[in-house]
């Protein structure tokens, strides 16, 4: 179905953005990626890189929306463990994030036009001063450099344990067989909490 | 050249590990992977991603290494903040290591046999426990499972901080041609120094 007039090109668009994102939640990035295309996608993106770049970006301002609701406009300040458990549950509750995240800095960011790298960029940005801001407003002691260090290791460490939680299909079989390696399959919400737990007690100092 | 003996065959497959580790420094994991075949190294290994894997369970086991020698025997107590340059900085010199760290979990890790993925969750297993070992001997206050999420918090944060020190061709021409991007671009040594003194003095607690 080729979309005759702007409204329709929006509409088709958004619906091929929303298809991406359910199979990409579904079968995860990297066996989105190797399968096959998808037809009538390069009339509207440059590549599935590009479709996955912008979801991306969604993903960030949908989570600095999610984490700035929850965190308040600062009439109760936030303890270091609660804060700890919000960015975690926040996290965990978007596995098709943590997944992009991976592979945003891995391969899609150097895969993809100027204007579709700087739109990611922007997107990314913006999402990280939303955060500073109320970060810095709701945690007493909390410096802007320091939300932004502790925003760069949450995401940093969701990349991370999101990818060492959902192990490939022969890694999974190994853990199955071997109980010695599988302790390298650790838990996502109770080492993101207790790692960011740690660092947040260590950026805001001593109460 | 084919390998008729069995020292001519480990000769040449500690042959092809070398070139392949210069490879992959000089140009980045990415970039060699997307490159043409070297051929030959069917006959030694099963691809260049298990050649890619093998290198990386030997960084692990050298920086492992590197840091335990560093560390001593636990005759002086290591405070945060030089525990902290310490990893950074060792960190910082081993930029394959990081770029091998992303790699391998995102696709390296998925796309060999079950004897190499083994292998290499070994070789990192090892490292891990001689590295825990040795942090709580030299770290006063640092629990085995304290000093375990160290260190997956600071192989997550190199590896994500090496790719952002590390950006490809257009997003480099984009952070020069707008400072107000360019920020994305944190500096690998001081963002990783501050934050893993913050988290180190979060998880040894108040001294």
Request: glycine letters at 6%; one cysteine or more.
């Amino acid at each position: 179905m080729r979309a005759r007039t702007p409204e329709n090109k929006e509409r088709r668009t958004r619906d091929l953005l929303d298809s991406a994102r359910e199979l990409a939640q579904a079968q995860g990035v990297r066996t989105l990626r190797a399968g096959v295309h998808v037809s009538g996608v390069r009339r509207y993106f440059e590549s599935r890189e590009e479709i996955l770049l912008v979801l991306a970006g969604r993903e960030w301002t949908d989570w600095a929306g999610a984490v700035v609701a929850r965190l308040g406009a600062g009439e109760r300040p936030v303890p270091a463990a609660a804060l700890a458990g919000l960015l975690a549950g926040s996290l965990d509750e978007r596995p098709l994030f943590c997944d992009l995240l991976a592979h945003a800095q891995v391969s899609l960011e150097r895969e993809v036009s100027a204007a579709s790298v700087r739109a990611y960029k922007v997107a990314a940005l913006d999402a990280v001063a939303r955060l500073t801001a109320a970060l810095t407003r709701a945690v007493p002691g909390l410096t802007g450099e320091a939300a932004r260090n502790l925003i760069a290791a949450a995401t940093a460490l969701a990349a991370t344990l999101w990818q060492t939680a959902n192990p490939g299909e022969v890694l999974a079989k190994l853990y199955a067989e071997d109980p010695s390696l599988a302790h390298a399959r650790a838990e996502f919400v109770p080492r993101m909490t207790q790692v960011l737990d740690a660092l947040i007690t260590g950026l805001i100092g001593p109460a």
